[in-house]
């Protein structure tokens, strides 16, 4: 009896100590998890969801080391281990599996590899070349244990999270003071006047530009003079091809102004080359003609061909638009009154802005023979919103003088039974 008490207590012993101190009988499956859930628990849990993970990789896949091991031995040398890296260590430690094409197929065929190769190219990397480990690495925008997709919107360098995520040095005084660099691009480009800033963050419009879009994203660096207009023209195609065959092009490059920013940007500071850019403003009529707001007049003075042509193009943009705002007044009055005016509005959406778009658009040729086949253009298309809207309103009008009528007959109907009724009531008292 007494011997198996004494079997039985000594086996309670034994799995009481396996329970409370698993990780000094037997080595745990992955001993970097067991140890720093302990000490860096946010760090674990962060891996969890990082794409790396959900790739099949773990710590020792970065750090190197032996997980298998339970104890400090783990992260012996002779294991490989790396721990963490130094700042100017960053690029080369992502880059020995984001630099390999051949590693990277199987998760993402489509990722390049060249990250690191440009990343050097980049003034980040060409400061970090020089010993200068205050600027950005691979780690600063796309997070270190909690990294996800670009897709992700958890991502660092989702496109509406980009802007913060370079505002988090860029915006910071000290880390920007011995590069003379200003730190209110963020706060421009986040202004509601900021027609980029607003379309992404505000519209939720993915394909507006943020920071990475004009400045690269591994090779980043500022685009100079003259390359602003072809940074531009990777959106807006069209302006930029009737602009490099304007009269403007040979005078913007001869006095070295900027392309597009020189009329596009609202306080244009070009002697500073890193305010250029975050201040794009909506366009709008008044930058077209001779008015106070005008751009034209910082170049053309009156009487010179520059000056004639902004003067008839503000005129003709601001003719279609007070008859687009009197259309627009046409067509809701008719709804109002509630008319069917859906093939108006639709007309009014797909041919008349279209129209109007496109007229905006040809401006940036400042040649009348381009520009006024598409007032043309705007302007007939306008005229046929116009009659629907007009023609629904007399409908309506129509419509009133039938109901009249009809009214004013039945009203004599009724009175003349009621006269009728009192006359047959009358013979038979």
Known sequence: MKKGFSAIFTMVLISTFVVVKPSFCKPASNSCVTCHQEIHEKIVADFQEDVHAKAGLSCQDCHGGDPSIASEDAMDKSKGFLGTPKAKEIPQFCGKCHSDPRLMLPFNPSLPTDQVEKYWTSRHGELLKTGDTNVATCVSCH???????????????????????????????????????????FSQYIDSTNVHGYALLEMNDLGAPACNDCHGNHGALPPGVAQVGQVCTQCHSLNGELFRNSPHKDGFDALEIPE????????????????????????????????????????????????????????????????????????????????????????????????????????????????????????????SVEQLGNEAVLETGRRRTYFIIMTVLLGMVIIGLWLKINQVSKKND
């Open 143 to 185: 997070g270190i244990h909690n990294i996800f997709p670009a897709n992700d919107a958890r991502s660092s360098v989702y496109p509406k999270n980009v802007p913060a995520t370079c505002s988090f040095c860029h915006s910071d005084n000290a880390k920007m003071a011995p590069y003379g660099i200003p730190t209110n691009q």
């Open 260 to 383: 597009c920013l020189f009329c596009h940007q609202a306080s244009p500071e070009f002697d500073k080359p890193f305010a250029r850019g975050h201040t794009i403003v909506r366009p709008t009529n008044s930058l077209i003609g001779t008015g106070t707001n005008s751009v034209c007049i910082e170049c053309h003075t009156e009487g010179d061909p520059g000056w004639v042509t902004a003067v008839r193009m503000s005129q003709d943009m601001d003719s279609l638009d007070r008859r687009l705002e009197r259309v627009e007044v046409i067509i809701e009055k008719a709804e109002q009154l509630g008319m069917e005016v859906s093939d108006a509005k639709w007309k009014l959406k797909s041919e008349v802005l279209q129209a109007r778009m496109e007229l905006r658009t040809s401006i940036h040729s400042f040649n009348l023979e381009k520009f006024i086949p598409f007032v043309k253009r705007s302007d007939t298309s306008l005229d």
